[in-house]
Structure formats: C-alpha cells, structure tokens
C-alpha cells in the first residue's frame, strides 16, 4: 500500500464520519508507515454544481475554454488522476435523504467523465476506465440500514447500492460499504453503532495484503 486517497464529503465539521476516515487514516499508517495520504475534503469546500458552462467543459471537447471551463478541467483531471494514483480509496459518506450528500454527488459529476473515467462500446455497452481496487465507504447515518450488502438491501437504503454502481461504472468494483447505523438514535446505538464500523475498519486494514 503506497498510497490512499480519502474523500470527505460531509459539510459537518465535526461530522462522524471524518471521525471514520481518520480512523482508518490511523489504523492504515500504523500497517504502512510510509503510505501517501491524498485527503480531498470535499465537504469542506464543496465543488460547483454543473450548470451549462460545466457540463460543456466536462462532457465535450471545446476548442475554447472559458477561464471557469478551464478551471473546471483541471480540477477534474486532477481529482482522476488521485483515483489512479491511489491503490485504495477512503470515501467518508454521510447519509443524506437516503442517498449520498450534495457534495459527494457533485464530485461524482465531475469524475465520471466520458473518455477519462468510462467509455462506451457499441457492441459490449459501458466499461470503466479506472483501474480496479478497493473502495471503502464509512458510511454514516441517523437512522439504521443495515450493512448495505448486496444480498440484503434495505429498502430505503438508496445509497449503498448507488455508490457500488457508479463506482463499478467508472472501473471500481471492489466496493466495500462499512455502516455506522443509528448515529442519531440516542447514546447507546451511536455507540454500538460506532464501535461496529471501527472494528470493521480495523479487520479490512488487518486484511490488506501489502
Ligand atoms: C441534510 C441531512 C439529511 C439526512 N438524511 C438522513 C436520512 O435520509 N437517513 C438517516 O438515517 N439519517 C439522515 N441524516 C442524519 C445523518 O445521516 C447522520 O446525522 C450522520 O451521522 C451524518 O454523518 P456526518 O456526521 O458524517 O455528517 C441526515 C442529515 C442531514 C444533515
């Protein structure tokens, strides 16, 4: 393990979940002393929404760029380019409305890009462009879903199985959900619901090979 890229998407400065992604942050460089960290806090500072100037830039291949386009493309070069610099990913994932938040989704817009992160064939359909590795979501909610495995969906859980999708999408099928349930149902769940994702995240780090 050279290298980890963690994503946090919660606008929460004290949000659980950077509890998580730190956890594992700690867990992993006491495995791997010298692992690489690329930490992108994108609940911090949240990327803009595609609008129509964006999606032009993101999507298609202007020949001129406003100075906004060209910025746009950057960033979003740069945030592929982590993916696959890195030989896992961190996704700390509140959950939102039942799904994933604003600024995660909006990140998702603006890495799934057509020809960078995912091609289309005629004959074979969609294939992703990213090369496979693992992906762990911490994924936190008020309310309690279940694991989010595949076998077992829960039915208002409209987040597991989305990221598992667009990150298949994009490459990654190694997608590994890790719940934090009933964050918001008083002190007891909140706390057996945190010591469950903790020890979850201490076994799949025990389990990385090197
Ligand atoms: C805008 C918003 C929407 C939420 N929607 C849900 C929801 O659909 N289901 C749920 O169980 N909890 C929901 N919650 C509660 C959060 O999932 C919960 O507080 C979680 O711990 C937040 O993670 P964080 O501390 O990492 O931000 C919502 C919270 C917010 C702020």
């Given at each position: ?144 879903y279940g ?7 829960h039915?208002?859980d ?53």
């Amino acid at each position: 393990m050279k290298t980890l890229l963690v994503l946090d998407s919660s606008p929460r400065r004290d949000a659980v979940s950077r509890q998580l992604t730190n956890h594992f942050i700690e867990k992993i460089s006491a495995k791997y002393p010298d692992v690489r960290i690329i930490h992108r806090d994108i609940g911090a500072s949240p990327l803009a929404h595609v609008d129509d100037e964006l999606i032009n830039a993101l999507r298609k291949e202007p020949e001129t760029l406003t100075p906004r386009q060209q910025a746009a493309r950057q960033a979003s070069d740069q945030m592929i380019e982590e993916m696959n610099e890195a030989d896992a990913i961190v996704v700390g994932a509140p959950m939102h409305n039942f799904t994933v938040s604003g600024a995660l989704r909006t990140w998702i817009d603006h890495v799934a890009r057509p020809g960078k992160t995912f091609g289309y064939d005629p004959e074979t359909g969609p294939k992703g462009l990213i090369e496979d590795k693992p992906v762990f979501v911490l994924s936190t909610r008020g309310g309690d879903y279940g694991d989010g495995a595949p076998d077992n969906p829960h039915p208002a859980d409209f987040q597991s199985g989305y990221l598992r999708h667009i990150f298949g999408f994009i490459g990654l099928k190694n997608v590994r959900i890790i719940a934090a349930n009933g964050m918001d149902m008083g002190p007891e769940p909140r706390a057996e619901g945190l010591a469950e994702a903790n020890n979850k995240i201490d076994a799949a780090v025990d389990a990385l090979a090197a």
